[in-house]
């Protein structure tokens, strides 16, 4: 009998992985966007004046209400750029427009390396920004980040990598593939785009009898940080059921979050310490701070559960 042949462009030897999964931010985490907030600031003369801002700045003055302030027309115009709309296409220009200054020798952002692992190795992972756009804008950036961050090489042992898991968990058989473009649509039909400021995210969360009581009582600033821990529940809970339904979930299981805002980091540490660690007991929770640019991958402030985890 001659030996068994391997499917062309199936890696069968994902069947012998853990399972890690990643959540990340976008801003000066996976990119170094060149979107700016709209502010006035204070000057020492005490005139206001209007200024942009990077995300990276924010982190740091969003809270000095002595110095920075919203503009006339409050967050909603501050946030303009950061939010789809019918006469701009802000997030996709700006995605292209990043990737190009990497392109061309600009340091990456902590996560980008990471982010690229994970698509090449075809991992499920999670968007979870603090920006206004649907999922499918989202996605369509993730799309370009594959176009122009991956070598032809890495786009074809991300597709083989993806055809094997579908061999491996969905039971796919010889001939049975879609193409390339079928297998990546789902591939990042399986992944999560939570912009926490978009409309429909609002609503998702405010329709949660968790949250909603939650919401009722957070003050502004605690928002953000408290619409990030929904969206990572969201994915963990995604996560979770994915692994039921396949019959998997006795193998090792890790989730990976990181984020530039150390109020995020710290927010986010304390959820899954306080909350998701004892509800998905089996899952090993790993949190980055990517605040410091000096930090090549970050830096580790929180682990749940083991704590020499390979790959994180």
Not at 188 to 205: D, E, N, P, Q
């Amino acid at each position: 009998m001659s030996p068994r042949r391997t499917i062309p462009y199936v890696n069968e030897e994902v069947a012998n992985r853990d399972f890690k999964y990643y959540i990340f931010d976008w801003d000066d985490n996976i990119l170094h966007m060149p979107t700016k907030i709209r502010m006035e600031h204070r000057g020492e003369d005490g005139v206001w004046r209007p200024v942009d801002v990077s995300t990276s700045t924010f982190a740091l003055v969003r809270a000095d209400e002595e110095h920075y302030r919203a503009p006339p027309g409050g967050w909603a115009e501050a946030f303009r750029n950061f939010e789809d709309g019918p006469d701009r296409d802000n997030f996709i220009e700006d995605t292209i427009d990043a990737l190009e200054r990497i392109d061309h020798g600009e340091k990456p952002s902590p996560s980008f390396n990471t982010f690229k692992k994970t698509l090449v190795e075809g991992r499920i992972f999670a968007i979870v920004t603090a920006r206004g756009h649907a999922p499918e804008t989202i996605e369509r950036a993730v799309r370009l980040f594959i176009k122009y961050a991956l070598s032809e090489e890495e786009r074809e042992t991300m597709m083989s990598n993806l055809r094997g898991y579908r061999q491996w968990l969905d039971g796919v058989g010889e001939g049975e593939f879609g193409t390339d473009a079928e297998e990546l649509d789902y591939y990042l039909g399986m992944c999560r785009y939570s912009a926490v400021t978009y409309s429909g995210f609002k609503k998702r969360m405010a329709d949660d009898p968790i949250y909603k009581e939650k919401l009722a009582t957070a003050t502004t600033a605690a928002r953000p940080e408290l619409a990030k821990e929904f969206a990572i529940r969201d994915f963990v809970e995604h996560v979770f059921h994915m692994l039921q339904r396949t019959g998997e979930l006795g193998r090792s299981v890790a989730i990976g979050f990181s984020d530039d805002d150390k109020g995020n980091v710290k927010s986010v540490s304390n959820y899954i310490k306080a909350e998701l660690s004892k509800r998905f007991e089996g899952i090993k929770f790993v949190v980055y701070d990517t605040s410091d640019r000096t930090l090549s991958k970050g830096r580790k402030v929180c682990v749940s559960g083991q704590l020499n985890l390979p790959g994180f």
